[in-house]
């Protein structure tokens, strides 16, 4: 799938992958005018190791996700993420059922968590990689559980790390945020777009007249 916006203050300057099927992920690129193509690394992703700090489980994702497509990506620059919700040293991953999001909309309430999310950047042009993970502390507003169990009846929570979508009507869940909003979306745009910028996989749009 290619996406093209015309809009925005960066174009690219070679062939723009991005390993993700995400469309939160595809909105924030296009969003800077960047063109893209979308091909999903999928693989089956394993249960996080408690022996494993979060950290390290989104870079081994991520790195995971950007090898598959990069297999068959010649002349590109691959751009893959991962996206976790911490809450102490576990990772929330996505909710299977009503029950299981309830569980952790509740064991978020009223708390401070993390978001961490894991970028792998490689470079087949030249077999180069850059990586880096970056953090947001999220405080979550304390609600009672009917209010938690509305929320997941809307059926929001499915398919989100930690069992909201802060970028939806989840939030209203959120009290406040330290760190990058579109990091809690799923990609950090300012630390992906300076990798970017550094490898000259985009350049600024040329001004109009």
Not at 5 to 11: A, D, E, K, N, V
Not at 32 to 54: I, R, S, T
Not at 77 to 97: E, Q, S, W, Y
Request: include cysteine; aromatic fraction near 6%.
């Amino acid at each position: 799938m290619n996406h093209d916006l015309r809009q925005g203050p960066f174009r690219t300057s070679s062939n723009l992958v991005l390993a993700s099927a995400s469309p939160r992920r595809q909105h924030l690129l296009a969003g800077l005018g960047l063109h893209f193509v979308v091909q999903p690394g999928y693989f089956k992703e394993p249960q996080p190791d408690p022996a494993v700090p979060p950290q390290q489980y989104v870079l081994d994702m991520a790195r995971l996700k950007a090898d598959r497509v990069a297999a068959q990506q010649a002349d590109s620059v691959i751009l893959a993420a991962d996206t976790a919700v911490v809450l102490g040293k576990k990772i929330l991953g996505k909710p299977r059922c009503k029950k299981e999001a309830l569980t952790m909309l509740l064991s978020l309430s009223g708390r401070t968590h993390e978001v961490l999310t894991a970028c792998c950047i490689l470079d087949t042009r030249d077999d180069a990689e850059e990586t880096f993970v970056v953090a947001t502390d999220v405080t979550m507003a304390h609600y009672p559980p009917p209010i938690l169990e509305s929320y997941v009846d809307s059926g929001e929570s499915f398919d989100k790390a930690g069992g909201y979508a802060i970028q939806g009507s989840g939030c209203f869940l959120v009290s406040s945020i330290r760190g990058s909003c579109s990091n809690v979306i799923g990609l950090p745009v300012q630390e992906t777009l300076a990798v970017l910028l550094k490898i000259k996989a985009v350049s600024a749009a040329a001004p109009t007249s």
